[in-house]
């Protein structure tokens, strides 16, 4: 799976995007309040992990996210 960080502007918020392997977009959600989101997408017990590594990452940039299940 992939994270991205994207930078709102003005009244737009900072959000979250999660895709598969396939670039396909899993989730697409709010940096202040991602958990709903993620866990409606079935990623609920990888949420502390994802959480820590949105907050480390820049904005605009791809991460490979690694989820061992």
């Given at each position: 799976?992939?994270?991205?960080?994207?930078?709102?502007?003005?009244?737009?918020?900072?959000?979250?995007?999660?895709?598969?392997?396939?670039?396909?977009?899993?989730?697409?959600?709010?940096?202040?309040?991602?958990?709903?989101?993620?866990?409606?997408?079935?990623?609920?017990?990888?949420?502390?992990?994802?959480?820590?590594?949105?907050?480390?990452?820049?904005f605009?940039?791809?991460?490979?996210?690694?989820?061992?299940?």
């Open positions: 799976m992939y994270i991205i960080k994207i930078k709102g502007k003005a009244k737009i918020p900072d959000y979250l995007q999660v895709r598969d392997e396939n670039f396909t977009l899993i989730a697409y959600t709010r940096t202040d309040r991602p958990e709903k989101a993620l866990e409606k997408c079935g990623l609920g017990s990888h949420i502390d992990k994802i959480l820590t590594l949105m907050e480390e990452m820049p605009g940039q791809m991460t490979k996210l690694e989820l061992n299940d």
